[in-house]
């Protein structure tokens, strides 16, 4: 069977998310013809890109979007320096808010690398915010259309938005689908909807993959898997012929596959000048899990009857040293991002020994649950093995 394997518009700009990575690792064992398409990263960079901003009437930054690309994915550092010193990129309104003191105390004389990121991003948040104000009022950096989706109490608004004629970057993206589509030639397309803002172009998608393919059109993820559990509108099935609830049986036990990603296209972005915040955005992360749920799973907040969440699973830690190593050969990155709902701190703490173990140099950080476990002998111990950053919280 030949299967592709879908990322709508629009999640992170600055790595792949990693569903459909994991998908393909799975299908690919299971001896599938299998390819992906991540439409964010794709749609992005031709809506940033010279040709539409010149045809919107954004002369200027027509100009200086490409090289200003280039410095985003780390191709061309010397353009650090001009744009630090503010002699290069047009100012809008993101500008008119920087605090100067604040800007100072966060990048100093010598960060100018770091500065230059944190102001290219402002001059790519400008450009989305006259495109959101002008053109398309679905477009945004990392959510599309959310505002039909998130918290709607009935399908009735997004259904209805469906059945309008598609929208300047609606057409960017069929077009980009088409092209994949027409290349391929897939049996299954598998649309992977983590967050609310990738819902409104999963069903644009599949509104159009079934009036123009032969394919089966399934869509899931975790959004479906949170909020579609109760699904009773049949009207969503306009758009798909299938809804994946819960995850392949044992896909978590397999490698994710970044090797068929436009892996030079994405941005790494600085919106903000806060460094725990700054590592979401900024730089090419590999993400994975490492540990299937949560070991935890007894927080109030939190919904523990999920498959994702409540069953949990934990590897041997040779073999998520494995996965690593295995995509860093893959990507050319050797830092992590683990997205566990709360990385088990025994596991941490046999990974961290294993990839001493093996003598690697990687970085990496994730979630985890401020608990008695991390002593700082295990801090210690984390922070040899590469272990840069934790968010987290207490519950």
């Known amino acids: 069977m030949r299967i ?21 690792g799975y299908y690919t064992a ?9 439409l964010g990263i794709e749609v992005a960079d031709r809506v940033l890109g010279s040709e539409f901003l010149a045809s919107i009437g954004l002369d200027k930054q027509a100009r200086l979007i490409e090289p200003v690309k280039r410095f985003l994915r780390g191709q061309d550092d010397t353009l650090g320096p001009r744009i630090a010193n503010r002699s290069l990129l047009p100012e809008g309104e993101r500008f008119a808010q920087l605090d100067e003191d604040n800007l100072e105390w966060s990048f100093g004389t010598s960060g100018t690398t770091d500065k ?37 109490p009935t399908f009735d608004p997004l259904y209805t938005e469906l059945q309008q004629e598609p929208s300047p ?48 059109v399934e869509i899931g993820g975790g959004f479906p898997n949170t909020e579609w559990r109760q699904l009773t509108d049949e009207r969503i099935y306009e758009f798909c012929h299938e809804v994946a609830i819960d995850g392949c049986k044992d896909g978590d036990l397999y490698c994710p596959d970044f090797s068929d990603l436009p892996l030079d296209k994405y941005l790494s972005l600085t919106e903000m000048t806060n460094p725990m915040h700054r590592l979401w955005s900024m730089g090419r992360w590999n993400k994975m899990v490492m540990a299937h749920g ?22 041997e830690a040779s073999t998520v040293v494995d996965h690593m190593e295995r995509i860093v050969k893959q990507t050319g990155r050797t830092g992590f991002h683990f997205v566990d709902e709360a990385l088990p701190p025994k596991l941490l703490r046999e990974v961290a020994e294993e990839i001493l173990r ?38």
């Not at 935890?296 to 934990?314: E, K, P, Q, S």
Request: aromatic fraction near 12%; charge should be negative; glycine fraction near 6%.
């Open 4 to 24: 592709l394997l879908i990322t709508p518009p629009l999640t992170q700009l600055n790595t792949p998310y990693p569903a459909t990575a994991y998908l393909k």
């Open 30 to 38: 299971m001896g599938h013809e299998v390819r992906q398409l991540d």
């Open 116 to 152: 230059a990121l944190h102001l290219a991003t402002l001059f790519i948040e400008d450009i989305t915010d006259y495109i959101r104000e002008h053109i398309d009022s679905h477009f945004d950096l990392v959510r599309y259309a959310e505002y039909l989706s998130n918290d709607a």
């Open 169 to 216: 970057v609606d057409r960017i993206m069929l077009s980009l689908l088409e092209q994949t589509v027409a290349a391929f030639q897939p049996d299954r397309v598998c649309l992977s909807v983590p967050f609310p803002g990738c819902l409104y172009g999963a069903l644009r998608c599949g509104q159009w993959l079934k009036a123009n393919t032969q394919a089966t």
């Open 294 to 315: 949560c070991y935890w799973h007894r927080c109030a907040f939190c919904d523990t009857t999920l498959d994702y969440i409540g069953r949990y699973r934990a590897p």
């Open 358 to 395: 093996r003598g690697l140099t990687v970085s990496f950080w994730g979630n985890i649950r401020f608990e008695r476990a991390y002593t700082a002998e295990l801090c210690d111990l984390l922070a040899e093995a590469g272990m840069v950053a934790v968010s987290g919280g207490v519950c």
